[in-house]
């Protein structure tokens, strides 16, 4: 807003559509994790004073043009938050317009609560213009500081888009102090900063705060200078350090001025003084949460080597890879005003996401089995040092067992980690795992997932549906050149039901001539059994016995902790030389009563025994069958 205690603009509105979009992750089945997402959520905040547009407004624009595009530190990000000092008030519009035209088409700039107590009197108020699409600002929050001189410093407060906790906000304040070295001038400096620390020292304790602005600091011993350090909850540091920064050893530190001749308005005096600062408290220096990426601190255009002159003075190396391009933008700067800007990039707080599979199915008891959660850092940055780094902790309950802890940077993508799960007892099984972080500011700082599945006996391959068979004697007789016999065998998975896996028969071991395996080997064996078919040719075969062991290789159905088994099978064929009368099972030398109960006692499979009269492996109603045929005495 724009107060109305003084002729103010009128400052555009925010934009017409909305300003957040969702994020969709994650190509697994999963518990949903949506949250609403700012876009390029890392922070670049730049204090800069307009020398109230004493100097080129074509070379200014191109300054704005150059902050949005600045990859000094190997990366560009958009401005997030201007601050600037000797604003007049009828020219916020034409601010806010240039830095509208700057901005990339995700950002829509906004002013900030924009007041002036007659300020254009004394060198003009501060203003704030911020990005709409990642920041609100708190208006309630602003407040006026009289710093002496005439001049006001201005406090706002700002939150960030797409984060819950309080601590994603933070309070920046605008000034600019009384210049002048002498006596005087800097008591009422000191004045100006002993009010700017009263002020936010009143603020909630551990609150983010940055001191931003042209403070006219002429050394580092300077009163005021050194009362932003005193003690209390609004104590700032100084991401240069508080050493001196005076003469050449120092000049990468200086902004002021880039012209070497004073012009139009603009002071000259070449770059030999640092007096544009941001100073943020503590809260910005533990690299949790919002924080200060202090190596990307910086004034745009200063390589260090003009220090007592002007900026575009032979050749600029601040891109040093671009030194056409140091040179133009060091001439923007020399024409723009009579400071350069100051730029700081700023780490934003971690976003977790994670998920994991509503049902993880059916798994074999006793398996080794882990179930897998997915985790993102989903901040919106255009590096990965522009976000907080996400350490989360994992912990299994029900079903699930154990911790788990890690780390996942901002665009590193999805990570996954794993808890055990327990498969000891057979049925259904249910557990919870609950994803925390305690990263200041997180976004979705804790996530509880259900997960469920099936806990099943291992298959039991079996000759026999009603017992546990593991091995099978097959004997047959056949004549002599009689042609091919095939013989089929059965393979159950015995006890089968809802809570035991399926059976697969995976393979046979080669049967070697005059046997063969013709086929049957099948998957997903449960209620009903696959018939395998064996073979075997007589053609020109002596009479005799030709046995043959064959393995039948069965595992489980493809699940988590699929086990192996085998089956042990036994041919005997007898080639000629058979018994004459095969019914009569006791060798009274009658096929009568005797021999059927015989048969009907032992129904069911046979191994090698004489009830068989059919050689098959099995006693049924076949056998009945030879019996009542062969009825009578024997041949």
Known sequence: MIDDRTDSPSVPGPPPAGRRWGTVIFGLVITACLIASPGHAQLRVVNYNTAQFQGDLTAFQDVLDALTDDDKPGFASPVAVFVFQEVLA???????????????????????????????????????????????????????????????????????????????????????????????????????????????????????????????????????????????????????????????????????????TSSGGLVGGGLDDRFDFQLPTSQFNDDDGLSIIAANYRSLGNDGQHYNNSINYGNNYYYPWDVPRSNDLADDLHEASDHVPLVVDYQVPAVMLAGMAGDFGRVIRDADFEMTFILLNDADVVVPEGADVLDYQAEGSGCLLGTSSGSVEALEGIVEDTLPVDTSQVGPVSGTLTVSSDNEAVQNPEYVLNTSGTIVRPANASFDGQSDMDSLTVEQ??????????????????????????????????????FGFVGGLAAGIGDEPATLTFSFDTTGLNEGEYPADITIYTSDEDLPGETVSTLDLTFLITIGAGSECPADVNADEQVNIDDLFAVLAAWGICDDCPEDVNDDGKVNIDDVFEILGAWGPCP
Request: proline share 6%; hydrophobic share 30%.
């Open 477 to 514: 007789t056949y004549d002599p050149d009689s042609g091919v016999h095939f013989i089929e065998v059965n393979v159950h998975n015995y006890g089968y039901d809802d809570l035991q896996a399926l059976l697969d028969v995976d393979d046979v071991s080669p049967a070697e001539s005059p």
């Open 90 to 260: 009828d020219d916020v519009d034409l601010l806010l317009q240039m830095a509208r035209t700057s901005s990339p088409p995700e950002v829509f700039y906004v002013v900030g609560t924009f007041t002036s107590y007659y300020e254009d009197n004394y060198g003009g108020a501060q203003a704030m213009i911020y990005d709409f699409n990642r920041l609100d600002e708190i208006e309630a929050e602003h407040e006026d500081i009289y710093t002496q001189a005439g001049r006001y410093t201005d406090r706002w407060k700002l939150r960030l888009l797409g984060y819950d906790s309080p601590d994603a906000s933070f309070y920046i304040y605008s000034s600019h102090l009384k210049a002048g070295d002498d006596p005087d001038e800097e008591d009422q400096r000191l004045d100006g900063v002993q009010s700017i620390r009263s002020n936010a020292d009143a603020l909630p304790a551990g609150s983010h705060i940055i001191y931003a602005g042209d403070m006219n600091f002429y050394h580092n011993q300077e009163p005021g200078y050194q009362w932003f350090f005193s003690t209390g909850d609004g104590q700032a540091f100084d991401p240069l350090g508080t050493g001196s920064w005076a003469g050449a050893p120092y000049a990468i530190k200086h902004s002021q001025s880039p012209r070497l």
